[in-house]
């Protein structure tokens, strides 16, 4: 026995620790050997993650420990009691739920795994992932297990991507998140990881700010502490999490403040201050796992219709009205969305829709890997950002039939989905009910019917009063109408927290797409508060400082790695020391130069701070003794006068549009009679300029001209908001400033001074700014990228898919016998115990080469313990990543491997041509051993039998429940009639026969001898009595040859079905020669290989 001294963490390293296959001798030495230099090659201290990259990568001595994964059973955690297909379905379910694409990988799962699998893997991975977010789904309060992830995989082959998902799931807070008791996880990853001999002490991390996106990033970070547990044990304990917060309280811009108590009751009432609204539970919006499912606190859900007033004719404004101005404003936006910036697309691949929606893995192996493909400049097309994935499968599932936010009048959030509109404005007028001048229309048509854009950073305002402009030319607009116009400027205003003169024209609504479907709802009883609250609080109390004003954020990185890098000073004059900083400060406080960073943060964040605008949104709390509205609205509108001057000209509603332009009865969730009404817009400042008295007095005056029968009364309690003016917010959200595009949201969140000072809040988070689920994400990315800092990427294990065992080759896993799973395998279920070791045969040295060959094929090879135990010490790269490391994992020497002839080398004529296609310095082709024609035609093969697989899955899809069943055939032969009908008494006779003979009344007779007796009966009947059972025979024979007529008439009809099926959906679906079957049938008539 040998061992690894580290001082107290010392781990042993027994010869019962090494791999259990049969080894050479002297193969098992070199493997101590190396493991013992390796340990006292390094130099401490150093983390794991540092520790396993000075290995060359966690896979090669880790996996060669392969049966650790027999913990893992296949098809374990897939319900046995549902049909594929509607296992498929919560499955896809569950991937909208989470906000992944359910038939396309994630841009991050795609680079994550592009080098490890091919595009036939993608729809089992898939498969296995949806199924991973399913079993999350099914109970958010228990966190989902590696093992029961790896239990969504259906054949031990998938045990890799089961591995893969899983990571990439619970790293990026796809499952496993929010407030759940998360069980430290220790000795529970797969692989077993040498303890380093000399740990590092604990690391800090110091996270700045209190709010969503800094609770949830801490939560989440202790989480995954506690997930990889064994990732940590290169540090003398878990990093320990401090939050520094400004305030006297946490929250944040989530602020539920309280009410004045009633001396009557000890109820408490809150209201919101600042965020309030949920914009939609649907379509994996965070915080539905989070309110609904984690804490179940009580929700009031809004209506979708708003009642309208106008201040200046008192009283409501016709529905049709309403409509038409909303129409008129929602056609002015799609037209000036002409000069919106191009979505970004991202990379990523889709799976085969129909495997997936089958439930089905897709069979065969496969070609060469993703990674190889577009090295290899094949065209992966792009998809868009927010793509579901195929939507028409999805729609044939009714999936998506909250797929359009219902967004109400008084939206909220980007609630205009805009394209440029078909019809020409005149038309488009006309079918709206206003009367168009004709003359007017032909004289714009021969000038330009864009509003163009002014200047070179064109805003939204101009460019939509300009558009406004073109409408008046074209068709006369009341005075009422350009009231109704403006109370929608006010409420994009209010959605931007901004004048729409700050927007820029080209991405103000950049996030347009990403928002959750479903109805919006605000927290009853308590208030949006409770969930920071919850997030500091459960499962354990985070490490929160209030009062913790930060000023200064300094950073040296002359210091080694093993010393505290930064130091974080108070504007109390107190330090704290730390290795990792997650800034989650305002937008506004960023732009206040309030924080000093030394050294500066670069210039490029510097910009993107400048170029997005912060803007301000305030609300003023009015609380009466009794209700005067009406209380069935939710949301009551008001259409403001202007300010002053020309009613016609646009800038006299600009500062008077926001200005308690709404009020959102709050009645039913805060539980006294409450109306909270907005300024937004350039209306926003005026809360600090006027007096408190002034702004009570506007807003009575305002709500009697609503109301003009009723006596409107003084409010019995109120709160005015100056969020611009708090020192810790400096405005209420972020919004897309003239010169910002999405880039620059994406700049704030990325990370500094080498992976060391991170960026989190609402101002980070391109697809969702502005809110609360933004700010929680943002938490999530970034408690992902400070692990990842810390323990490092996501390492696959190698090959990432099994191939599919071939009779000539035994590979381990084929010997393995997995244990069928246990019947209910849902989460909770205790796993059965592991299957005994199995000693598996050895591995010749032909095999290795096929292997080899395979690999060089592109083929996933099982590389396996044998081929990892020949690896040499030294720094390499990843084999997650490397191609070339996935060469020299392949366990042969580099001489064996650099020497091709070993292989069957082409003839010299395909050589050549295959050298000078390449420009490589080889002298055999890509695919040594295989000629070009055989290459090809494994390709090809492989091409159609994977099309071929599709097209079956297509038909049993969709034609399976139309499949005739084959009739049972009624009996033929009168002696099983009469057996059939006369067993029992048959049998009652044996028995007593039997008993009389044994003198035992509980004996039983003998099946031999019932059957002796019934045979004895059915000889001595007459013929006429055996003719009742002839006859039956004969009935029987004319009915069988009926159905079996009906049958194969049916078999036919479905036959030509199923056929015409295939054709149209070959026709629909044609697999062509991809290109490098192309070229490897160019290749091979170049060189004439047969
Ligand atoms: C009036 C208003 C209405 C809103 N309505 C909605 C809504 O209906 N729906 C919705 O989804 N979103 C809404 N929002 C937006 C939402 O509140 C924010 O997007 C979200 O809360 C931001 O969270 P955060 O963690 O990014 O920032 P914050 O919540 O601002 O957290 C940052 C923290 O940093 C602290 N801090 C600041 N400076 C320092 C310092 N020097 N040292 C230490 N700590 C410091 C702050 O005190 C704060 O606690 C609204 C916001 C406002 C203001």
């Not at 580099?894 to 490589?920: D, E, F, V």
Request: glycine share 6%.
């Amino acid at each position: 026995m040998s061992s690894i001294d580290s001082n107290n963490s010392s781990v042993a390293i027994a010869t019962s620790d090494l791999p259990q296959f049969p080894l050479p001798e002297q193969d098992q030495e070199e493997l101590l050997k190396v493991m013992m230099e390796e340990s006292d090659y390094v130099d401490p201290p150093m983390t794991r993650s540092e520790y396993i990259a000075s290995l060359g990568g966690l896979p090669d001595l880790v996996t060669t420990v392969p049966y650790n994964r027999l913990e893992y059973f296949a098809k374990a955690s897939i319900p046995s009691d549902i049909t594929p297909e509607e296992y498929a379905r919560k499955g896809i379910a569950a991937a909208i739920a989470s906000r992944l694409p359910p038939f396309a990988l994630h841009p991050l799962e795609y680079s994550l795994l592009k080098s490890g699998i091919n595009h036939l893997h993608v729809s089992t991975y898939l498969n296995i992932r949806n199924g991973i977010l399913f079993l999350w789904c099914m109970n958010h309060h228990v966190t989902v297990t590696r093992t029961e992830a790896a239990g969504c995989a259906r054949d031990p082959r998938f045990f890799g991507l089961a591995e893969a998902a899983f990571e990439f799931l619970v790293r990026h807070g796809y499952i496993n998140f929010g407030v759940i008791d998360v069980p430290r996880c220790r000795n529970n990853f797969p692989y077993q990881l040498p303890i380093p001999p000399d740990r590092r002490p604990r690391l800090r991390i110091v996270v700045i700010g209190a709010g969503m996106s800094g609770l949830g990033c801490a939560r989440q970070l202790d989480g995954l502490c506690k997930q990889y547990d064994d990732f940590l044990t290169g540090y003398e304990d878990s990093p320990e999490i401090v939050i520094l917060e400004a305030r006297s309280r946490i929250g944040g811009r989530v602020y539920s403040a309280m009410l004045k108590k009633d001396p009557t009751d000890t109820k408490i009432f809150k209201v919101d201050l600042g965020a309030q609204i949920i914009t939609g539970f649907s379509h994996g919006n965070p915080m539905s796992v989070l309110i609904r499912k984690q804490l179940g606190l009580p929700c009031y859900q809004l209506k979708d219709a708003g009642e309208l007033y106008d201040e200046v004719t008192g009283g409501s404004i016709s529905r049709s009205l309403d409509k038409r101005a909303e129409e008129l404003f929602n056609d002015m936006l799609d037209r000036v969305s002409t000069y919106r910036a191009p979505p970004i697309l991202q990379h990523t691949v889709e799976g085969d829709a129909s495997f997936v929606l089958a439930g089905k893995d897709p069979s065969g192996e496969g070609g060469r890997t993703i990674g190889r493909m577009e090295a290899n400049s094949a065209d992966v097309p792009p998809l868009e950002p927010s793509s579901l994935g195929s939507k028409a499968a999805l729609k044939s599932l009714d999936l998506l039939r909250e797929s359009t936010p219902s967004a109400p009048k008084m939206t909220f959030g980007r609630p205009y989905g805009s394209k440029a509109p078909q019809t020409a404005l005149d038309v488009k007028l006309e079918q709206l009910g206003f009367s168009v001048s004709k003359s007017a229309c032909s004289q714009l048509a021969n000038t330009t019917t864009d509003p163009l854009p002014k200047g070179n950073a064109p805003t939204l305002g101009a460019t939509l009063d300009g558009q406004l402009e073109i409408v008046r030319k074209v068709c006369e607009l009341t005075d009422q109408d350009l009231r109704l116009l403006n109370w929608h400027y006010a409420n994009l205003e209010y959605a931007n927290a901004s004048a729409v003169h700050n927007l820029s024209l080209g991405s103000w609504d950049q996030d347009d797409g990403n928002e959750f479907a479903g109805k919006h709802c605000m927290v009853q009883d308590g208030g949006y508060m409770q969930v920071p609250r919850a997030l500091y609080l459960f499962p354990s109390k985070l490490d929160v400082r209030l009062k913790s004003i930060v000023k200064e954020i300094k950073y040296d990185s002359t210091k080694d790695n093993s010393r505290k890098k930064y130091n974080v000073v108070l504007e109390s004059g107190e330090n704290l020391s730390a290795d990792r900083v997650i800034c989650t400060l305002p937008l506004g406080v960023l732009k206040a130069n309030s924080v000093k960073f030394t050294p500066e943060l670069p210039e490029i964040k510097r910009n993107s701070i400048q170029n997005l605008g912060f803007g301000v949104l305030n609300k003023v709390v009015l609380v009466y003794d009794h209700c005067f509205w009406d209380a069935d609205s939710d949301l009551i509108g008001v259409a403001r006068d202007r300010n002053s001057g020309d009613y016609m000209a646009q800038d006299s509603y600009v500062q008077s549009r926001g200005r308690f332009y709404m009020f959102w009865n709050c009645t039913n969730v805060v539980g006294k009679y409450c109306l909270v009404a907005l300024m937004a817009g350039a209306a926003a400042f005026e809360t600090s300029i006027q007096p408190d008295n002034v702004l009570i007095r506007d807003a009575t005056h305002v709500l009697s001209r609503m109301y003009p029968h009723v006596s409107v009364p003084h409010p019995t309690e109120t709160i005015i908001t100056k969020w611009h003016m708090d020192p810790f917010a400096h405005g209420a959200y972020s919004y897309v400033g003239p010169n910002a595009t999405g880039q620059d949201y994406d700049n704030l969140a990325s990370s500094s001074n080498d992976d060391t000072l991170f960026f989190a809040g609402e101002a980070t988070s391109r697809t969702h700014p502005a809110t609360v689920h933004g700010a929680y994400l943002s938490g999530l990315r970034v408690a992902e990228e400070v692990f990842r800092s810390i323990v490092g990427d996501v390492t696959l294990s190698s090959p990432l898919v099994k191939p599919k065992p071939k009779p000539n080759m035994p590979l381990q896993t084929e010997t393995v016998t997995f244990p069928p799973p246990p019947k209910s395998a849902y989460v909770g279920d205790v796993p059965p115990p592991p299957p005994k070791p199995v000693v598996l045969p050895q591995i010749s040295l032909e095999e290795l080469l096929l292997r080899e060959r395979m690999e060089a094929d592109g083929e996933s090879s099982n590389s396996g313990a044998v081929i990892t135990k020949r690896r040499k010490p030294g720094p390499r790269p990843r084999t997650k990543t490397s191609e070339s490391s996935t060469t020299s994992v392949s366990g042969l020497p580099r001489t064996i491997q650099s020497n091709g002839m070993l292989l069957t080398a082409p003839t010299g004529k395909s050589a050549t041509s295959s050298r000078s296609q390449q420009g490589g310095p080889s002298n055999i082709s890509r695919h040594e051993g295989l000629t070009h024609l055989a290459r090809y035609r494994q390709l090809k093969n492989n091409r159609m039998s994977a099309h071929q697989s599709a097209c079956d899955t297509a038909v049993t899809v969709m034609l399976r429940h139309e499949q005739p069943m084959k009739p049972e055939k009624a009996q033929l032969n009168p002696y099983i009639i009469y057996q059939k009908r006369n067993w029992e008494s048959c049998r009652a006779q044996a028995d007593s026969q039997r008993q009389q003979v044994l003198r035992d009344p509980t004996s039983r007779a003998p099946m031999a001898d019932i059957r002796a007796l019934l045979g004895q009966q059915w000889r001595s009947l007459t013929d006429t009595q055996k003719q009742e059972y002839i006859d039956e025979t004969n009935r029987n024979r004319i009915e069988n040859e009926r159905r079996m007529e009906e049958y194969n008439k049916r078999v036919a009809e479905y036959e030509a079905k199923v056929q015409k099926f295939r054709d149209d959906w070959l026709q629909q679906n044609p697999s062509f020669e991809s290109e490098e079957e192309q070229k490897e049938l160019a290749l091979a008539k170049l060189g004439g290989v047969a």
